[in-house]
Nanobody, 123 residues
Framework: QVQLVESGGGLVQSGGSLRLSCEAS????????LAWFRQAPGKERSFVAS????????RYADSVEARFTISRDYAKNTIFLQMNSLTPEDTGVYYC????????????????WGQGTQVTVSS
């Protein structure tokens, strides 16, 4: 059974930084593409960033490009999302997702999801 467990969320002031983690278990970590999505209050879940299975390619939403960085640590079976220059518009629940395929920004393409971690950015 694939399990994804997010951590690292919290409350931060505008302009601050947070680092989210997603620890994976139950499958071969190196074979899956992993991604971060987020869901703001009253809005649909939206794509944030993804990283492919061999760590060679990444993709970002336009709204986070140059501020967020996705990375993966094969030894720890973990992916990270470093978030800098946060704004209140970044507030939401952040979800980790996995799929057995290439990069995708569509939530429907992902087969496995974590429970999410709350990020709140105050103005």
């Amino acid at each position: 059974q694939v399990q994804l467990v997010e951590s690292g969320g919290g409350l931060v002031q505008s302009g601050g930084s947070l680092r989210l983690s997603c620890e994976a278990s139950g499958y071969s970590f190196s074979t899956f593409t992993l991604a971060w999505f987020r869901q703001a209050p009253g809005k649909e879940r939206s794509f944030v960033a993804s990283i492919n299975r061999n760590n060679a390619n990444t993709r970002y939403a336009d709204s986070v490009e140059a501020r967020f960085t996705i990375s993966r640590d094969y030894a720890k079976n973990t992916i990270f999302l470093q978030m800098n220059s946060l704004t209140p518009e970044d507030t939401g629940v952040y979800y980790c997702a996995a799929r057995n395929g290439g990069l995708s920004s569509y939530s429907e393409a992902y087969d496995f999801w974590g429970q999410g971690t709350q990020v709140t950015v105050s103005s």
